[in-house]
């Protein structure tokens, strides 16, 4: 007798447990693999959501936020993703002509951005200049500008990503594009011998130069932070150029085919508020997009300062791209 009140006190407590868990919601955000891997800020973001929003979040995560844009496109209306963290502004034009976003609703003020912003459909959630990371005790005498990187035929290599499938990599293929302008394909053409490859995407490139297999890497003046205060080392850097670095700025968006619009809002909400943004300096190694009342942590503040902020408007990315692209193809082809 005692046996079966027991089993059946158990079987009520597991099945109130199963029926608690049904009863929260889940809410699917679509990112890249390094914000929500083992080193970026995913897990630090999802706790402190679910702290405020009787929920569960679920990353669902892509090598790029190439690689995401390509998903939402295949997938469309029937996309899971009730929220995406991870675009960036060299590809939100295309992604408002998936048609699948919804405004975010949000008042967005106060932000710490190097450019004004106004966009109803993504908001800022972090940001960086592109630059060349190189390892000081390898390379003494780093190339001081985009040009004589390029035009220096003895000049370092350099490990890429594939612009058709990268952030960084679609950001250098236009930090190209504004130094050289139609001459571009010239360029990538002087460049090609020194390129060890192009990758998928940043993790792929950073693991290949920190194994040693090319001089620089390209990734953001904020990178040699991370190497500061989780390795303790000081000889990563980012290269100065002279003409200026590409503005790469990563945003959040909200379906609108969401079943948990209320949760969406939340959520959009809570990226620009003190615990999501706290965590991008030494979670994503980015400027957080509004800068936290504790203010920046030491390692950023050494870092290269570019003068000049290089940047096509989201709607000439759109335009050009393709064009771009396929000059780059060619250039690469000969």
């Not at 080193?39 to 630090?44: L, N, Q």
């Not at 009787?54 to 899971?80: I, N, Q």
């Not at 790469?248 to 609108?256: K, N």
């Not at 870092?303 to 393709?322: D, G, H, I, S």
Request: some cysteine; charged content about 20%; hydrophobic content about 40%.
């Amino acid at each position: 007798m005692l046996r079966r009140l027991l089993f059946t006190l158990v079987s009520v407590y597991v099945a109130a447990g199963a029926a608690y868990a049904q009863s929260k919601p889940t809410l699917t955000v679509y990112t890249y693999s390094s914000f929500a891997g083992k080193y970026g800020p995913g897990k630090t973001v999802k706790e402190r959501f679910e702290a405020i929003c009787a929920c569960e979040l679920v990353w669902v995560t892509s090598e790029d936020a190439g690689s995401m844009v390509g998903r939402l496109r295949l997938e469309g209306e029937d996309t899971k993703a009730d929220a995406v963290v991870g675009l960036d502004m060299n590809l939100a034009a295309e992604a408002k002509t998936l048609g699948i976003f919804a405004p975010h609703g949000v008042k967005v003020s106060d932000l710490s951005l190097p450019i004004e912003w106004s966009d109803e459909t993504f908001i800022p959630f972090d940001w960086g200049y592109l630059a060349f990371v190189y390892d000081s005790t390898k390379l003494s005498n780093p190339p001081k500008s985009l040009k004589e990187l390029v035009e220096n035929p003895n000049g370092p290599k350099i490990v890429l990503q594939d612009p058709r499938t990268s952030a960084p990599g679609l950001g250098f293929l236009l930090w190209m594009r504004q130094v050289y302008g139609d001459k571009a394909e010239e360029a990538w053409a002087q460049l090609k011998p020194r390129i060890v490859t192009f990758t998928k995407g940043w993790s792929e490139a950073y693991g290949l130069f920190m194994k040693g297999e090319a001089d620089m890497v390209m990734s953001y003046t904020t990178s040699p932070a991370y190497h500061i205060v989780a390795e303790k080392k000081e000889n990563y850097k980012a290269a100065a150029f002279a003409e200026g670095h590409y503005l790469h700025v990563e945003l959040a968006g909200m379906t609108r085919t969401t079943k948990q619009p209320e949760l969406a809002k939340k959520f959009m909400e809570f990226v620009l508020s003190e615990p999501f943004q706290s965590a991008m300096p030494e979670g994503n190694w980015m400027m957080p997009a509004k800068t936290p009342q504790t203010g920046l942590p030491a390692a950023f503040k050494g870092l290269v300062q570019p003068e000049k902020a290089l940047l096509f408007t989201p709607e000439e990315v759109q335009q050009n791209r393709r064009a771009f692209t396929d000059a780059w193809l060619n250039a690469a082809a000969r």
